[in-house]
Structures are given as structure tokens and as C-alpha cells.
């Protein structure tokens, strides 16, 4: 098995350099299983929101590692050269140890299904010292790059009913001074701009993300459409939010524990405004939350997820 570098890896994945999480790669000689390493430093921007203090790195970009190693794994035929990997769906997605600079971590996948539409499913997991920080299940497949840039059709999105009746429900928006006063996470790893509606009673939240072509994640890809990964990130983000608002919870971390399912049907793309809705279940530190992206009057995304609040300085070791 040859061993493919930095370089290789540059020219064969689609993320480029910021979401580009493998240094080193290898591809089993039947095709069917791939594995990587990722060398962890605290000089990764990410750290620097996630979170000051406490550098963890975001599960989501764990996620992403596993993906890009599927990426080497799906079939490239002639037909179909210039097309691009999508990651369909993510299902039981497990968080076990956090990991840190200074952390290598191992990323592992392997094909497990294959549908006709080209779809593939994979079994993937990330590792530190042999023990499993990330593991579950995703599905990826070609599309052409036209399909990943949308088709706009007017100046600016429709308006979004979601958004709306969270107006309509009343309630002092809370602005991004706001927010950061709620949540730890920071620049560049602040993935919500304003919260539109937020119940305590009944666990609910309603917020936005402007998505513009200035983010630097755009930078790193082929075709300008928001990381997926990041998609669901948002979501977790906000319904942290909302769970770091009950009062006892107060000036804690909100860590993810799982992302039990998600689907993504449509690429987001600059200009688009994204409206995202989160319902809670708030069980003492632990919690679970169903979340879906709108643009407009569209669904985007929806996620499943669990997650947990622990006090500053008290998080699992990395």
C-alpha cells in the first residue's frame, strides 16, 4: 500500500487547506477501506473558538476527517470526471473522548453498502492512542458540480414561515453580543449570528446564520457550498444556546455526545440566509435535540442529536 502525502491528498480531496483534516493517507489494495492520521496542534485556527481556554477540536471537523477518508474510497469513472463528493446522511455518529493538541489521531473507514445510485455507506471511526474518539456510520456519493452551487433564483432567499411566526411569537431577539455571552464559542468558530426566538418552558429555539461568500471556509473548497459538517454544527450550537440559558446551566460547556441521524437534501450557498429550529429535551446535564435548516420556505438539513452540559474545567481529559 502506497502511502499518499500532504500533497496527494490536496489533489484527491475536496476540502482544501483549513478543512483539510489528514496529513497522511493509505488505501487498502481491494479498495474497500482507507486510513489516515491527523497530527492535532493548538496552531489549528479552530482552537481559537473552540473554546479560549479549553481547545478541544470540534467533533464536527472529527466527522469531516472520516468523510475525507471515505472520499479516497469512492469509485471515479470516466463519466463522471470533475464531480464531487456529497455526504447524503450521518447516522449514529458516537462521541467518546475528546481530542486535543497534541493528540494523533488515526481515521479509519471502510465501505460497507453500496446503492445503485452510487451511494456509499461507510463504517468509520477516528482513534487516540487505540482508544475510539469518533465512530458511526456515513453516506457519500458523486454529484457534478453544478448541483452544488443551487439555483438561485431571486436577489435574495423567500421569506421563511419558521422565521416568521418567531417574529410573530414576540421576544427580545438576542444579538451576537448576546450570544456570546451565553455560549463559549468565538471567532472563527462562531457559527450562529442571532437568535430569533428562544422558550425556556418548552424547550424551543428559533436563529440565523448569513451565509456569505467572505467566510473562510469557502476559501478551501472547489464550488461555494457550506460544509455539512458545519450545517449541523450550527445547529448544535444554537440549541446549546438554549440549553446554557436555563439558569443553573449558566457559564458551563455544552459538549456533543452523538448526532443520531442527519440528512442533507441541498447545497447552502452565499447569499442564502439560513433559519435554523431546535426542540429540546432538558434532562438535568444531559440533553437531546431534534434541529432543522431552512432557506426560505426549503429544508436544507435535519439532525438528531445528544449532548451534554459539564462545568469549565470539569470536560472528560482529551
Known sequence: MAILDYHD??????????????DRAEIAADGRSASGIKCVSMDENFFLGHFPGSPIMPGVLQVTAMAQVGQLLLPRPADKA??????????RIKFR?????????????????????GTLTLTAQTLVNGEVACQGDLMLRLVSPEALRGSPDALQ???????????????????IAGIMQVIPHRFPFLLIDRILFMDLQNPRIVG??????????????????????????????????????????????????SIDDAKFHCPVVPGDQLIIEGVAVLRSRFGKA???????????????????VAPRGEEPAA
Open 9 to 22: 491528498l490536496v489533489e484527491r480531496i475536496m476540502e482544501k487547506r483549513s478543512l483539510l483534516m489528514l
Open 82 to 91: 470533475g464531480w464531487l463528493p456529497w455526504m447524503t446522511g450521518l447516522k
Open 97 to 117: 473522548k475528546l481530542v486535543g493538541p497534541g493528540d494523533l489521531l488515526r481515521v479509519e473507514a471502510k465501505i460497507t453498502a453500496e446503492a445503485p445510485d
Open 157 to 175: 432567499p423567500a421569506s421563511c414561515p419558521v422565521a416568521e411566526a418567531a417574529k410573530a411569537a414576540g421576544g427580545q431577539p438576542v444579538d
Open 208 to 257: 440565523l446564520k448569513n451565509v456569505t461568500g467572505n467566510e473562510s471556509w469557502f476559501a478551501a473548497l472547489p464550488v461555494a457550498a457550506l460544509p455539512l459538517g458545519l450545517q449541523v454544527e450550527m445547529a448544535a450550537q444554537l440549541c446549546c444556546a438554549l440549553a446554557l440559558s436555563v439558569p443553573e446551566n449558566k457559564g458551563q460547556l455544552g459538549l456533543f455526545m
Open 290 to 308: 431534534d434541529a432543522k435548516l431552512y432557506v426560505g420556505d426549503r429544508l436544507v438539513t435535519e439532525a438528531s442529536m445528544k449532548f451534554a
